[in-house]
């Protein structure tokens, strides 16, 4: 497994800014697949995005297409989530995720396929 230690939320007003980041240890720090989750009150838990280690391949949800970028520094073992013009509803407590085995793409939204996680970061968007 893989432990993954968040850090980078906060309160940030509508239309603001913020960068998550996530790094990795342990014996297997270099994951197939890494990305971020988040959760908000009575609402599962959903996909923001997720990248191969190797960074060749990305993968967004439609929420946050065109504001959140996910990116990785593997000299550092840790992936960031650049996350721009805010909204309220992207208020929620934000979890990096990491899976070691292959992963197809269509199936990347789905928690049940990462097997190690962090223990979140709150982000609350103010209106």
């Known amino acids: 497994q893989v432990r993954l230690v968040e850090s980078g939320g906060g309160l940030v007003q509508a239309g603001g800014s913020l960068r998550l980041s996530c790094t990795a240890s342990?014996?297997?720090?270099?994951?197939?697949?890494w990305g971020w989750f988040r959760q908000a009150p009575g609402k599962e838990r959903e996909i923001v995005a997720a990248?191969?280690?190797?960074?060749?391949?990305?993968t967004y949800a439609p929420s946050g297409q065109g504001r959140f970028t996910i990116s990785g520094d593997n000299t550092k073992n840790t992936l960031y989530l650049q996350m721009s013009s805010l909204k309220p509803e992207d208020t929620a407590i934000y979890y990096c995720?990491?899976?070691?085995?292959?992963?197809?793409?269509?199936?990347?939204?789905?928690?049940?396929?990462?097997?190690?996680w962090g223990q979140g970061t709150q982000v609350t968007v103010s209106s």
């Open positions: 342990g014996r297997t720090a270099s994951p197939y697949l």
């Open positions: 990248m191969t280690w190797i960074g060749d391949e990305t």
């Open positions: 995720a990491a899976a070691t085995a292959v992963v197809p793409i269509f199936h990347r939204h789905q928690p049940s396929r990462y097997d190690s």
